[in-house]
T-cell receptor, first 113, second 114 residues
Framework: AQTVTQSQPEMSVQEAETVTLSCTYDTSESDYYLFWYKQPPSRQMILVIRQEAYKQQNATENRFSVNFQKAAKSFSLKISDSQLGDAAMYFCAYNGDTDKLIFGTGTRLQVFP | DAGVIQSPRHEVTEMGQEVTLRCKPISGHDYLFWYRQTMMRGLELLIYFNNNVPIDDSGMPEDRFSAKMPNASFSTLKIQPSEPRDSAVYFC????????????FGDGTRLSIL
């Protein structure tokens, strides 16, 4: 069975700095998709970024980018120029050959002014 | 465009009562997912539908939980009878063409069973 591990329960960063959130996963599948979702205090789940495993190029969305290492089964999220509004829970998620999303336990990011 | 709409946003009820949570997916989406979020267990998939048909309900915790999708624009998650351990945030999400596509989540229903 596939698993997703987020080993950092909490992280903090100063405004305008860069922070990297870690995610590792375990799978025997070769084709799959990885996601980062953000959950602010308002509790809505918001898609941040998506990576397709067959694409070697790392996905980027404005200040958000990923470091996808397929062989190492690692999928970290880098947030550049952090803003106060980035404070939230961040969840890494995996989708393989089913329609299910498997979520990690989340990392709480605090942003200090 | 309207996103996924869930109601109610908050629900407080007494143990033993029937609870019904409602979800309207994004128009045109053919997949609908129900999740439960708790501090202890994180985000769990309860059940999902494709074209209104339940595909996988292996995450439904007990027979007290049931879900229906009578048409493409409406789904319900029912708990009967409710218990304090059912207290959680319940999310509905929808997507087009499968789980590999981004899932769009509703704002969730915070359920408290006293």
């Amino acid at each position: 069975a596939q698993t997703v591990t987020q080993s950092q329960p909490e992280m903090s960063v100063q405004e305008a700095e860069t922070v990297t959130l870690s995610c590792t996963y375990d799978t025997s599948e070769s084709d799959y998709y990885l996601f980062w979702y953000k959950q602010p205090p308002s509790r809505q789940m918001i898609l941040v970024i998506r990576q397709e495993a067959y694409k070697q190029q790392n996905a980027t969305e404005n200040r958000f980018s990923v470091n996808f290492q397929k062989a190492a089964k690692s999928f970290s999220l880098k947030i550049s120029d952090s803003q106060l509004g980035d404070a939230a829970m961040y969840f890494c998620a995996y989708n393989g050959d089913t329609d299910k999303l498997i979520f990690g336990t989340g990392t709480r990011l605090q942003v200090f002014p | 465009d309207a996103g996924v709409i869930q109601s109610p946003r908050h629900e407080v009820t007494e143990m033993g009562q029937e609870v019904t949570l409602r979800c309207k997916p994004i128009s045109g989406h053919d997949y609908l997912f129900w999740y439960r979020q708790t501090m202890m267990r994180g985000l769990e998939l309860l059940i999902y539908f494709n074209n209104n048909v339940p595909i996988d309900d292996s995450g439904m915790p007990e027979d007290r939980f049931s879900a229906k999708m009578p048409n493409a624009s409406f789904s319900t998650l029912k708990i009967q009878p409710s218990e304090p351990r059912d207290s959680a945030v319940y999310f509905c999400a929808s997507s087009f063409a499968g789980g590999f596509r981004p899932q769009h989540f509703g704002d969730g229903t915070r359920l408290s069973i006293l």
